[in-house]
């Protein structure tokens, strides 16, 4: 379809309207217009309200034991993450008031931040109000942001920096301001600190460069000092990472093979659709769309970013929700676009359609990302949603994953407290996994139980404690009885775990009391890197 009929022009931003918008003859100083930050900050409190209202409609997640466990353990690095998200973890176990509202704060306040962001994003592509509204109103409403902000997660944050990363680069191309490569950096630097896949939009933006006349900024020093400043911030990470043998590497070659191995493109492209919401898809097409006309040659590079990145992920059979940090830009140039459409005569009827579009979509889409219904009706709800995206698996256990962590420690607290005090003087609880082991190390003081044992993940560098240790409660995900009969002459089995709710994988779980081992735990220990 030529360009003229579908009118991908963002002229009329350049006519005084009531809206006041970003022209570009304002400069900088309308970045702190007040009316503009007032409307930022009524989306922004809207997204953070969403979250706090539903902070305590179910458990702490899997993930959220594990990082408060990092958080108690602080460190530049840890096998499967970067450093970041144990030191906000941190920083939610010492606050006061329950442990679960400082977990759900934070990200609550990075979700806040986000829609301020993408309503600034907008109004520097040329956006006026309607379209600042119509972009933060796209954001609040996808799932996978909403699914994001809900949890302590890494992804909340990593989309924070990325996005921050993201205005950085509007701000480069749409003032030619080489200087403004530092903040480039320094937001890539927190980013990196934070997830490392960040690494993939830094290439994606290279790319881009390269393609479009942005490369001009090559010869510019400013850009590099940017990536000395990202270099220096993530440096402690590298140095970390050599001294312990590339974990991480080691960590994402496996998830690759036997987790990432199962999306297929199709079914990746297909979830993008699902996760953003059927709703927003007209918006951010348009706005990619845009990015690749004449109108749009300016911020040609947020375009071809979005397509690098894309490509790079689905060769990678990354996990669906990789991507959702390339998707603001592309909400904020579709909405920009479509408020010039509806600029024009009697559409200006349709503006409250739009709205109302999205609004609908996020009210049926929200209860996948947000717990906001009964756990009975979500598990017949994500059922649905999972038939048509059979391999995310992410939202399948996003919320199962909240509930019977308790009831766990609870059932491994009766079987510690039934041995003898001189048996409990030796005797550690081992766990399968990561999650079982953090939530041991959560609850276990409200049931008298010692620091758990875990050779999974980061745990197992923690390592197996105190010397004089030759008895151990031992249960989780891959635990039998005949793998534990190889390191223990006696193993009985003690209880069973049930929750009517839990992840399937952590149901009917057998806990086990071993006694009389083969050989010390402490030279067991290098071979449990994977349990039993």
């Given amino acids: 379809m030529p360009e003229t009929a579908l009118n991908f022009s963002m002229e009329n931003t350049d006519r005084k309207t009531e809206t006041s918008g970003p022209n570009e003859t304002l400069g900088r100083a309308s970045f702190w217009s007040n009316s503009d930050i007032r409307i930022w900050t009524a989306f922004g409190f809207a997204k953070f309200l969403i979250h706090i209202l539903t902070w305590n409609a179910y458990g702490i997640f899997r993930d959220e034991f594990y990082f408060i466990a990092c958080g108690r353990h602080l460190d530049w690095g840890y096998v499967d993450h970067a450093p970041m998200i144990g030191w906000l973890a941190r920083l939610a176990d010492i606050l006061p008031g329950p442990a679960m509202f400082g977990l759900r704060l934070l990200p609550a306040l990075a979700g806040g931040i986000k829609v301020m962001l993408v309503g600034w994003m907008t109004r520097e592509l040329g956006g006026n109000r309607f379209a600042q509204c119509l972009a933060m109103l796209a954001f609040i409403t996808a799932v996978v942001f909403l699914g994001a902000d809900s949890m302590l997660s890494i992804v909340s944050f990593e989309q924070l920096f990325w996005i921050m990363c993201t205005c950085a680069l509007v701000r480069i191309l749409k003032d030619g301001n080489e200087k403004d490569w530092l903040w480039f950096g320094l937001f890539s630097g927190l980013a990196l600190l934070t997830k490392h896949s960040v690494l993939i939009f830094g290439f994606s933006v290279t790319c881009?460069?390269?393609?479009?006349?942005?490369?001009?900024?090559?010869?510019?020093?400013?850009l590099y000092t940017g990536g000395i400043v990202a270099l220096l911030l993530f440096l402690p990470n590298i140095i970390w990472q050599v001294v312990h043998d590339w974990p991480t590497v080691s960590f994402l070659r496996v998830l690759n093979q036997y987790v990432h191995s199962g999306i297929a493109p199709l079914e990746f492209m297909i979830?993008?659709?699902?996760?953003l919401t059927p709703f927003t898809l007209p918006l951010w097409l348009i706005g990619l769309i845009y990015f690749f006309t004449p109108s749009g040659r300016q911020f040609r590079v947020l375009g071809w970013t979005y397509i690098f990145t894309m490509a790079i992920l689905i060769l990678l059979r990354s996990k669906i929700y990789y991507s959702s940090p390339v998707y603001p830009p592309l909400f904020a140039a579709g909405a920009t676009v479509l408020e010039g459409w509806l600029e024009q005569g009697r559409l200006r009827m349709l503006r409250p359609v739009a709205v109302a579009f999205l609004v609908i979509g996020g009210c049926l889409f929200a209860p996948i990302g947000v717990p906001c219904l009964p756990i009975e009706t979500y598990r017949s709800y994500i059922g649905a949603f999972t038939r048509v995206v059979p391999n995310s698996q992410e939202l399948r256990d996003l919320f199962a994953d909240r509930f019977g962590w308790e009831n766990q420690v609870k059932t491994a607290a009766g079987v510690y407290h039934s041995l003898t005090p001189e048996e409990k003087s030796r005797c550690k609880i081992f766990t399968g996994n990561y999650g079982e082991a953090a939530a041991v190390d959560f609850f276990g003081p409200d049931y008298d139980l010692p620091p758990a044992l875990c050779g999974h993940l980061t745990y197992h560098f923690w390592g197996p404690g105190e010397p004089g240790i030759d008895m151990l409660i031992v249960y989780g995900i891959g635990i039998k009885k005949d793998g534990l009969l190889e390191v223990f002459n006696d193993v009985q089995p003690a209880a069973q775990i049930q929750h009517p709710y839990c992840a399937l994988?952590?149901?009917?779980l057998t806990v086990y009391v071993c006694r009389n081992p083969k050989q010390a735990l402490a030279g067991l220990w290098?071979?449990?890197?994977n349990g039993f």
């Fill in 208 to 222: 881009a460069l390269v393609l479009t006349p942005a490369r001009k900024f090559f010869k510019s020093a400013w």
């Fill in 271 to 275: 979830g993008q659709v699902l996760y």
């Fill in 505 to 508: 994988y952590e149901n009917n």
């Fill in 526 to 529: 290098p071979t449990l890197r």
